[in-house]
């Protein structure tokens, strides 16, 4: 018999036959019900806080997460930010103006909106405003990395990229492709709905909003924070997205899981979820270390994801629109 096993048994046998009483575990603290809060005018700028169970006595790293749907509608989480803040992140999972009602940057600005609202409420929801990463799913993933790349008026600690879609004109572009599948036609249309305009030669103004939208520009390439960016190899929204940022770009990370998941169904491949999370965890770890203790690096933990295949050299240093 193990020891453990002989000290447990051994000290439950006591505590039977002496008659002494056993105390009971405490309870687990419970989470604090969820709350809905509008960070801006109209119907798409809400967003719900969840935190992590009660009885923290200090503040916590935060998650925006920045839902996908084409840039057109709201998609789910289901049980994902209840997860996170079981894992002691404070959630701010966040709508952002649809292209049905405002074309881009209308959505840039709204996310900037959401995270601003966070840090300027942190004491009250027990956030740490210095230690906030991003998650977005597809449409969420683009406005993620974008808000990531450019920072804004408050830097951000990460960014986990789901299928994102870096590119709107590479989508656009895939979509008149033959062979595009009804989803790449889809992403296409969605993304010329987002810019309000086909990136036509006769219509500078609108090509340059088409050049703005891709988180691969020229302005990105010096500065950011680490991004873990997340395809399948199925994926209808290519690797090649996040490829030709990290060509560009140092700090990013890409992984191709097997399978053809998309956005946030990818967190459901075995092991995704966990090491997200401990991505996460890293990223926004506090800078309080005893001394000449090293920092976690993000990237120790991804072993447990594939390694993409060998990148290509590629030239491409901004979208050709």
Known sequence: MALGTALVLGTTWAAVHTGTPR???????AAPPPVTVAYGPGPDRHLTVHRPPSGADRARPGVLLLHGGYWAHRTGWLTRPEQFAARGFVV??????LSGRAHWPAQRTDVRAALAWGVRHADRIGLDPDRIALVGSSAGGHLAADLGTDGGAHPVRGVVGL????SPHRAWRDAGRPGADRRQRLLGAAAERLLGCRPVPHDPPCRQRWRDSAVARPS???????????????????AAHS???????PGVTVRVLPGDAHGVALLDSPGVAETVLAWLGAVTATTDRPAGEPAHRPDDVLPGLPEPPE???????????
């Open 23 to 29: 105390s009971p575990a405490p309870p687990a603290a």
């Open 243 to 249: 490829r030709t940022l990290a060509v560009v770009r």
């Open 311 to 321: 990148l290509p050299a590629h030239p491409l240093t901004r979208p050709h629109v």
């Open 220 to 238: 990105t390439a010096a500065g950011g924070v680490p991004m873990l960016l997340l395809h399948s190899a199925g994926d209808f929204v290519p």
């Open 92 to 97: 701010l999972d966040a709508g952002y103006t």
């Open 163 to 166: 299928s994102p879609v870096l």
